[in-house]
């Protein structure tokens, strides 16, 4: 393997300590440098480029809702102490992948995986997925993440479960024509360097505060919410189902916005000979719980 070699790579699973996500659909590294930039007078070019700063983050999504949320909890993410790795494997010229130490790996040893959002649509041929951000950190002498090639791979690729647009609940009465839900965990994680490092060696979440969006065809729902902020009673549950699962199964992602979490009135489009649709915008009173475990509502 040589810089002047012609190479094909594709995604794998990515691992963060004992957790493995085996249906990764999409990934993207990148290591947000900032430059110092210098250039003298009576010059027209630079005289000095210096790196100042570098945060790599790797963004993914994967499909196993559940599986991932069991190890990444939505309200203080996933401290990695050991071992982040993001995974490329290397295509066969004439055939299809190839075995061996020949594939590239991005790896960390300490840093915070965060999950971001879930979005489902009613109809979507594509399975709900859980976008979540990887933030890596200097620790001692291990940058924050590094590039390795002639690797061998861990894991195996595999879809355990998939997930799409469930009902939604408010104080116990389930919304009528959800077409879409939005649910964005609302985790801010800040880095910090100091005595002169370029890259972060600390980082923590400094504020949580998720929301949610729903849109449905139905305008009795914005009669509901008025043109006013209004706080729920006992809860709010967003309801993501398993695909290949009954609905009475017990195996559903059920995610809450506690008591005193409040909905309102986003807005009403309507267009042309399209249903008019009530969008409300929910916002969390405190953290989010979850289960993995739970049944189509009654």
Known sequence: MAITDFERFSIYPAIFDALTIPDVVNVTPSAAIQK????????????????????PVATLSAVGLGAVLTGVSPTVGLAVSTLAKIQFQARADGGAFQSGSNHVTMSSTKGMLIPESIQAQQDDQNPALIQLKYYGLKSGSNPPMQINVAQALSGSPAVAAAYKLGPVVIDGVILGGVQRSQLNFGLTYQTKRANGDTAPSVGSITKRAATG??????????????????????????????????????????????????????????QGDQDAETRLMITAAGPLTINTTAAYPS
């Open 36 to 55: 110092m930039v210098v250039t003298p007078g009576g010059a027209l070019d630079p005289g000095l480029i210096a790196l100042v700063s570098l945060d």
């Open 213 to 270: 969006e729903i849109t449905a065809d139905n305008l009795s729902l914005a009669n509901a919410a008025d043109f006013e902020l209004t706080a729920c009673v006992s809860g709010i549950t967003l309801y993501f189902l398993r695909s290949d699962q009954l609905p009475a199964s017990s195996t559903h992602l059920a995610v809450t916005f506690p008591a005193g979490s409040t909905y309102e009135l986003a807005e009403v489009p309507g």
